[in-house]
């Protein structure tokens, strides 16, 4: 461990959910209020010794919020007291409560800021986010009054897909109301915002929603304060765009600073004064504090894990000794990508939303799509010091890799059962897949999801797209979240991806509106008509492809009948299996079902075809496989079956399709092979021919796979 990657803790922010109580039910709400009283929030007395033992630590800013904390009755009497010790007490409210009455008692305080979440410009959407009638004009009507009795407003959005379109229009609705700061504050899916899951911005939206963001703020100068709250990588962004312009040669000003957390009514007044030098993402730990209505203290809000209760320990004790926030304090714990990443000084990735996801509070942002210098340098085989990994001889990497590749223990313990066969403990089973990560080996464990079989529509795509828009339209493609495998190959037609999008979608608009944003010449659909075969098992040891490849008589799945209980299992399981003892109980609580539903279920969906395996997803080129030809026939109607089903039947054909053709594309039956080489690749397309008798065919190498990821179907 070096002393430079522990932080040194500074408590900056303290937001205290003094009430769950609320007069409204947001969709969105971390504390999942539901209107009525709670048992055992902490009296008045309680909350003025809490008050007392922050100050102890210093004069961070105070946000009071819920709940909403105007419900609570004796909410003026804790703020005077906090500022009568030297807090600064700001509060994060739903606005609907502040009458002038309400507001002039809150200037009596003195409160610095209060932060009305809006999420929606209009009456009608907000109301109905914030299930209740009235609720917009409400909120107008109580920051009108707070500003006429001289209090300072902060409007706070919860982006999702739901609202992402109208940031601009909120942003004008914050200046158009007065606001001295806007602060977008991106989904963190806990609490009854889990609800809201299915619409969060997948990690290419939200990366475009942050440079978005960073766009504006430039222009907008000083108008207002703008800025993202909990999401750290913003920082990043902010790093990566500024380094960008010094080399165009334009003028920088220096970076801009972070939101950070709160409680659920905008308990996040960055933007205030001494806020704005703020230079972390995430704080929770390291300058922030949450204490919940009944006394514990997490990292923040949104982070469900409590590092002790005030009713039990001081809070000086519990922000100087808890093992939970030293833990985030040392940054040689953290793991995954935001482990290795140059930028986790400055970011540090959500721990809430690592946690949500892995069930791990220090594993990697799910939410981030940056690969850190240190992975993109192990996936060309070199760490981030220069060494070169590869498998060598190690055998129980190499079994492990093919065990997980082929058949993932459904069990409780699955590594703990990996370790049974290959004669290791489980602990070692866990500490090798993490290694296997770090080098850029596994990318993930997980069950692949047959889209057809979840109602979804996919297709191949074939664009032409000329040098001068190939880097443009590779970003648009990765930036889509339904292009899930992406290459560039030796062909006019340059760039093939796999595409699904959701039930109601049409394949034929969506290739409309890609063409459009990417700019290429042509796009053709190719969509398959007959599967022959699929899945691929990359052997570490030689033995080239393996047994785990499926194959088909030629039908194409269906759209599958999915109980509740299904898609609960469906939506859970999309996400890395996490590395602890009993992974899959881990999501289960999460689901609110037993383990042993969920590994049943899990069974269900497989034996339906719904699941096509459960598996690793490996870096087929880590292991030695680095040529991929995509093998095209062209044959004739009669013969395809008989074709289709011997070329399936190579082992180092990972993927055979029959495929609509096209005026400009005669060839439709597509096999993937994979080999150590292209000459070995060209020797297996040989072998095809000469079984099949056919000899019109191309065979397109790829030459840059620009995106792959298992990608998620919400159903
Ligand atoms: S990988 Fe982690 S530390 Fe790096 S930018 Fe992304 S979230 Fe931040
Ligand atoms: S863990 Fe950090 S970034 Fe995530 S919600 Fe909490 S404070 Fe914000």
Request: aromatic share 8%; glycine share 10%; charged share 25%.
């Amino acid at each position: 461990m070096s002393d430079s990657n522990i932080i040194t803790p500074k408590l900056q922010l303290v937001a205290w959910e003094i009430t769950r109580g609320c007069n409204l039910f947001c969709a969105h709400c971390r504390a999942a209020s539901d209107g009525t009283h709670y048992s055992g929030e902490l009296t008045s007395g309680e909350c003025f010794k809490v008050v007392d033992q922050i100050a102890e630590l210093g004069k961070p800013i105070l946000i009071l919020s819920g709940g909403e904390p105007l419900v609570r009755h004796d909410v003026y009497e804790i703020g005077r007291y906090a500022v009568a010790k030297g807090l600064r007490v700001v509060m994060g409210s739903n606005g609907t409560l502040i009458t002038a009455e309400v507001a002039a008692h809150l200037k009596e305080i003195p409160l610095s800021r209060i932060s009305v979440s809006l999420d929606f410009p209009t009456p009608e959407l907000q109301d109905k986010f914030r299930g209740q009638k009235g609720a917009y004009e409400a909120a107008i009507a109580g920051i009108a009054n707070a500003r006429k009795a001289g209090i300072e407003i902060q409007i706070n959005s919860t982006i999702t897909k739901l609202n992402v379109g109208y940031l601009n229009d909120l942003l004008a609705l914050a200046q158009s109301v007065g606001a001295c700061a806007f602060h977008p504050f991106l989904l963190v899916p806990t609490g009854r915002g889990k609800g809201l899951e299915s619409v969060a911005l997948s990690p290419q939206e939200y990366e475009k929603t942050l440079n978005w963001i960073y766009d504006r703020k430039k222009e907008l100068g000083e108008a207002i304060f703008f800025k993202p709250t909990c999401s750290p990588h913003f920082l990043r962004v902010t790093k990566q765009r500024e380094k960008e312009e010094r080399l165009s040669g334009m003028t920088v000003k220096p970076g801009a600073a972070m939101g950070h957390p709160g409680g659920h009514h905008g308990g996040h007044p960055g933007g205030h004064p001494g806020m704005e030098s703020i230079t972390r993402g995430c704080l929770a730990g390291t300058g922030f504090a949450f204490i919940s209505h009944r006394g514990d203290v997490q990292g923040c809000g949104y982070f469900n894990v409590s590092a002790g209760n005030v009713r039990g320990k001081s809070f000086v004790d519990i922000w100087n000794n808890s093992s939970l926030f030293n833990s985030l304090r040392d940054l040689d714990n953290y793991k995954g990508k935001c482990g290795i990443c140059e930028y986790r000084k400055i970011c540090g990735g959500c721990r809430a939303r690592a946690y949500e996801e892995t069930g791990d509070y220090l594993e990697g942002e799910p939410y981030c799509v940056y690969e850190p210098a240190a992975s993109r340098q192990a996936e060309s085989g070199r760490d981030a010091k220069g060494d070169s990994h590869s498998l060598g001889t190690n055998d129980v990497d190499k079994k492990l890799l093919n065990l997980i590749q082929s058949e993932f223990p459904l069990v409780r313990e699955p590594y703990h059962a990996l370790g049974e066969k290959l004669g290791v403990s489980e602990d070692e089973v866990i500490s090798r897949i993490k290694e296997l990560k770090a080098k850029g080996f596994v990318r993930q464990i997980s069950p692949v999801f047959d889209p057809r079989r979840l109602g979804y529509r996919s297709t191949l795509v074939a664009m032409k797209a000329p040098a001068s828009r190939l880097e443009q339209a590779e970003q648009t493609l990765i930036d889509h979240p339904g292009v899930s495998h992406g290459y560039e190959r030796n062909h006019k037609f340059n760039l093939w991806f796999t595409l699904a999008i959701p039930p109601a979608g049409d394949i034929a608009e969506e290739l409309r509106k890609l063409s459009d944003s990417t700019g290429v010449e042509t796009a053709l659909a190719l969509p398959a008509t007959r599967l022959f075969k699929i899945g691929t098992y990359f052997s570490s040891d030689n033995e080239g492809m393996g047994s785990a490849a499926m194959q088909f008589d030629g039908a194409l799945p269906v759209e599958a009948v999915l109980s509740d209980l299904d898609k609960k299992v469906v939506n859970g399981l999309q996400q890395d299996l996490p590395l602890v003892r009993e992974p899959f109980g881990m999501i289960a609580r999460r689901l609110g079902i037993s383990d042993g539903e969920l590994i049943a279920q899990c069974r269900s969906l497989l034996e339906r075809g719904v699941i096509r395996r459960f598996s690793a997803s490996i870096n087929h080129r880590r292991i030695g496989y680095t040529a991929n030809a995509m093998t095209c026939w062209d044959v004739p109607p009669g013969k395809v079956d008989e074709a289709g089903k011997k070329i399936a039947a190579l082992r180092e054909v990972s993927h055979c399709y029959e495929r609509k053709t096209d005026g400009s594309w005669p060839y439709n039956l597509f096999a993937m092979i994979h080999a150590r080489d292209e000459e070995m690749c060209r020797k297996i397309a040989d072998t095809a021919s000469r079984e099949t008798g056919l000899s019109n065919y191309v065979a397109l190498f790829s030459t840059k796979e620009f995106k792959k990821m298992r990608i998620k179907y919400p159903v």
